[in-house]
């Protein structure tokens, strides 16, 4: 079982809303307990998020919670009542998140009011936007977020996953079931990465910094996500297509093993260069080599065609693969000269900061 930074982050909100609370004497800590649970937030932008709205939400309901009780009472059938305006009102203002702990603000001051009810409404609030606070101040000092290292190291045990499957697969070595099921991984996989780059990208909206630097990392982060998603789309054809392949002639299964060989291994060298773990090499000569097997291939594969080496149906089916690997190489190409790029201009304020060890998931 794996704590992660979240899990943790909670446990800590939770007991500094009960310190602070005791050390206030206020009644009812527990509520603030609870609150700090609802308001803890994956990054520190949407927890500045959930203070703002948070309160907004439970100001509305601590307000509805109080004129029901002075003029309705505070039956049951009245509390459901205002629990379903407050739920429709959150709604209409698009802060459905808040809801949960609204409910929750909106039941604590109706039941059991007492007798000096705006003394106890009061209070109550009180404790509740405690637990809000210490929640943002965890999540802001506590184990902060290090979303850039975290989509870093996803990206590249992405593409570490899917190159060794394209070499089995291009080999007729890999087993169809596990490469299914490991397809399936992943793609939840790819998919955490997109999440991670949302929330990177909230963080650099949040910290001070140069927005031109800003925008420089999101673009390189966003073209590193698309070009493991060719490799990935590459490999899925592999798995779809395997057999047709095999049926082409053996030259032209050569050519496609030796030109996915180059790029999954020029793309995980893009991704070393980026935290400057590869020696210098001119991206110049690394496309005039990637343009000569292109070059290469397609000609071979048009080729066969056009002597009738093979059926048009048969080329057919291989025709999207060829297309898949030419757009990989043009992805990979253009990756690499925004990494040349970021390295080369501005390197005071370019410098990155990545972790070698990949943290755990939130």
């Not at 000096?116 to 809000?132: K, N, Q």
Request: aromatic share 10%; charged share 20%.
């Amino acid at each position: 079982m794996k704590f992660g930074a979240r899990i943790l982050k909670t446990g800590v909100a939770i007991s500094l809303a009960l310190y602070i609370t005791h050390w206030l004497n206020l009644e009812s800590a527990a509520f603030a307990a609870i609150a700090a649970m609802f308001a803890i937030q994956p990054t520190i932008y949407r927890s500045y998020q959930t203070i703002v709205e948070q309160v907004q939400a439970n100001l509305i309901g601590a307000t509805l919670a109080f004129i029901a009780v002075q003029t309705l009472g505070n039956e049951p059938i009245v509390i459901g009542l205002i629990g379903v305006l407050v739920i429709a009102i959150n709604i209409k203002l698009k802060i459905e998140s808040t809801i949960p702990l609204a409910i929750v603000t909106v039941i604590i001051l109706m039941v059991n009011p007492g007798d000096d009810y705006l003394t106890f409404a009061i209070t109550r609030f009180s404790v509740i936007m405690i637990g809000v606070f210490c929640a943002f101040l965890v999540n802001l000092i506590f184990l902060p977020p290090k979303y850039e290292t975290r989509l870093y190291h996803k990206n590249v045990k992405n593409m570490e996953q899917i190159s060794q499957w394209i070499r089995l697969a291009t080999r007729n070595d890999a087993d169809r079931k596990i490469l299914k099921e490991d397809l399936a991984k992943i793609n939840e996989s790819m998919i955490k990465a997109d999440n991670y780059y949302l929330m990177y990208k909230e963080e650099r909206n949040y910290f001070k910094g140069s927005e031109y630097t800003k925008n420089r990392r999101l673009v390189l982060f966003r073209n590193m996500i698309s070009t493991t998603y060719k490799a990935l789309a590459i490999l899925k054809s592999l798995d779809q297509h395997d057999h047709k392949i095999y049926q082409m002639p053996d030259t032209i299964q050569e050519l496609i093993q030796d030109q996915l060989d180059h790029l999954t291994n020029y793309h995980q060298r893009i991704l070393m260069k980026y935290i400057g773990k590869v020696r210098y090499q001119s991206p110049d000569d690394v496309v005039n080599r990637l343009e000569s097997d292109e070059k290469e291939l397609t000609e071979y594969f048009m080729n066969i065609y056009d002597h009738k080496q093979v059926e048009r149906e048969q080329w057919m089916n291989v025709f999207p693969l060829i297309g898949l690997i030419i757009d990989y190489n043009h992805h990979l190409i253009h990756l690499d000269k925004l990494v040349e790029s970021f390295q080369t201009y501005h390197t005071s304020e370019n410098e990155v900061k990545i972790s070698d060890t990949y943290p755990q998931d939130e």
